[in-house]
């Protein structure tokens, strides 16, 4: 009898991170790409294992509304992920970065990145130290 080889699979793309409190305790959600253009958002439990809540919308921003609303009682909060800079002429201000940039920021050895979806070499920088721990622990 042969065996069927399986293929590994990969979760979708994790684009932010926020928490809420759950009983007592903190919580950390996901937001990840799935298929085509659809982001949705992932509990994470306690053996490390993530749960799809029914909370995704078809952009970020609608996302983010969203969670907002359904965890406001809980305490909704993103995770401070820092400021994106573009390159070569960086912006004044910035503006507030997403745990996947401030991720592809920290895989660097300069902390410059290309990000395809603006076409730019860009920075994050002042990312929480929440972001930094919780970036550590999962590229583990």
Same mark, same amino acid.
Request: glycine letters at 6%; one cysteine or more.
């Given at each position: 009898?042969?065996?069927?080889?399986?293929? /590994?699979?990969?979760?979708? /793309?994790?684009?932010?991170?926020?928490?809420?409190? %759950?009983?007592?305790?903190?919580?950390?959600?996901?937001? #990840? &790409? &799935?298929?085509?253009?659809?982001?949705?958002?992932?509990?994470? $439990?306690? %053996?490390?294992?993530?749960?799809?809540?029914?909370?995704?919308?078809?952009?970020?921003?609608?996302?983010?509304?969203?969670?907002?609303?359904? !965890? /406001?009682?809980?305490?909704?909060?993103?995770?401070?992920?820092?400021?994106?800079?573009? $390159?070569?002429? #960086?912006?004044?201000?910035?503006?507030?970065?997403?745990?996947?940039?401030?991720?592809?920021? $920290?895989?660097?050895?300069?902390?410059?990145?290309?990000?395809?979806?603006?076409?730019? %070499?860009?920075?994050?920088?002042?990312?929480?130290?929440?972001?930094?721990?919780? !970036? /550590?622990?999962? &590229?583990?």
């Amino acid at each position: 009898m042969t065996s069927i080889p399986t293929e /590994k699979i990969t979760p979708a /793309k994790l684009i932010h991170a926020a928490s809420f409190f %759950n009983g007592g305790s903190s919580c950390y959600l996901f937001l #990840r &790409k &799935k298929a085509g253009d659809h982001f949705a958002w992932f509990e994470e $439990l306690e %053996n490390g294992e993530e749960r799809e809540t029914p909370v995704s919308a078809p952009t970020i921003e609608e996302s983010l509304r969203l969670a907002a609303r359904h !965890w /406001k009682a809980q305490f909704f909060r993103t995770v401070i992920c820092g400021f994106r800079y573009t $390159l070569p002429e #960086r912006d004044e201000h910035g503006i507030n970065a997403l745990y996947h940039q401030m991720a592809a920021s $920290l895989s660097t050895m300069n902390g410059i990145y290309y990000d395809e979806e603006l076409g730019n %070499n860009c920075f994050v920088q002042n990312a929480s130290d929440e972001a930094f721990r919780l !970036w /550590k622990r999962l &590229k583990k």
